[in-house]
C-alpha cells in the first residue's frame, strides 16, 4: 500500500531487551523523523534523517539508535529498553520540498 | 529552544458550536502545520500553512507569521471533530517541535 507504515503497531518487552521498529514509505520522501509520544509532553523528536546515510538528533536521542541504508526504510532501535521509554512511537516522512510532515499509524511500545 | 503554546490546554463545546484555537511560538519557525490527532491515536494533517489563510470545509487557518502565532478555526462543530489538535513547527533545520496540544471533546 502507499504511504507510511510502521511495525508492529503493538509491543510489550522487558527490561534490557533490544527493539526495533520500523518505518516504511513509499513516497520516495527524502525526510524521515521518529517522535514519541507522552501523556503531558505530546511529541519529541528523537531522530531525523534527510537522506539515506545521514541522520541526526533531535530533542530526546538518549536510549535510541537509528539507521538509513535505504530512502524508504527508517528503523529504530531501541538497544536495551527501560520502562521510561515505554511510550507511543510516530515515524513520519517529509519531502525535499520541505512543506508537510505525514505520519504513520504509530507503534504503541510498552516495556516491563 | 523555541517555546510553543497553545491554548485553551481543553474545550468542551455543544454541537455546532463554533472555536477558534491559538498556537503562539516565542521565536520565528518554518513549515507550520495543523494535526488533528482523532480519538484512535491517527495523526491527521489538517492544514500546511507558514503564512496567510486557508480553508477546508468547517476548518480554517490562518497564520501571522511575522507575529508567531497561527490560528485554526473550527464552525459547526461536530462529535467527529473530538479529539487533540497540534500546531508544529520548524524553528529552522529540521528539529521539529510539537505544542502540547488542544484537546476538544464535542457533546452531541
Known amino acids: 500500500d502507499a504511504g507510511i507504515t510502521q511495525s508492529p503497531r503493538y509491543k510489550i518487552t522487558e527490561t534490557g531487551r533490544q527493539v526495533t521498529l520500523m518505518c516504511h514509505q513509499t513516497w520516495s520522501h527524502s525526510y524521515m523523523f521518529w517522535y514519541r509520544q507522552d501523556l503531558g509532553h505530546g511529541l519529541r523528536l528523537i531522530y531525523y534523517s534527510a537522506a539515506a546515510d545521514i541522520t541526526d538528533k533531535g530533542e530526546v536521542p538518549d536510549g535510541y539508535v537509528v539507521s538509513r541504508s535505504k530512502t524508504e526504510n527508517f528503523p529504530l532501535t531501541l538497544e536495551s529498553a527501560t520502562r521510561s521509554q515505554t511510550s507511543v512511537y510516530f515515524c513520519?516522512?517529509?519531502?525535499?520540498?520541505?512543506?508537510?510532515?505525514?505520519f504513520g499509524p504509530g507503534t504503541r511500545l510498552t516495556v516491563l | 529552544g523555541i517555546q510553543v503554546e497553545q491554548s485553551p490546554p481543553d474545550l468542551i463545546l455543544q454541537e455546532g458550536a463554533n472555536s477558534t484555537l491559538r498556537c503562539n511560538f516565542s521565536?520565528?519557525?518554518?513549515?507550520l502545520q495543523w494535526f488533528h490527532q482523532n480519538p484512535w491515536g491517527q495523526l491527521i494533517n489538517l492544514f500546511y500553512i507558514p503564512s496567510g489563510t486557508k480553508q477546508n470545509g468547517r476548518l480554517s487557518a490562518t497564520t501571522v507569521a511575522t507575529e508567531r502565532y497561527s490560528l485554526l478555526y473550527i464552525s459547526s462543530s461536530q462529535t467527529t471533530d473530538s479529539g487533540v489538535y497540534f500546531c508544529a513547527g520548524l524553528p529552522g533545520g529540521f528539529k521539529t517541535i510539537f505544542g502540547a496540544g488542544t484537546r476538544l471533546f464535542v457533546k452531541a
Open positions: 513520519a516522512s517529509m519531502s525535499e520540498s520541505e512543506d508537510e510532515q505525514f
Open positions: 521565536d520565528s519557525v518554518n513549515n
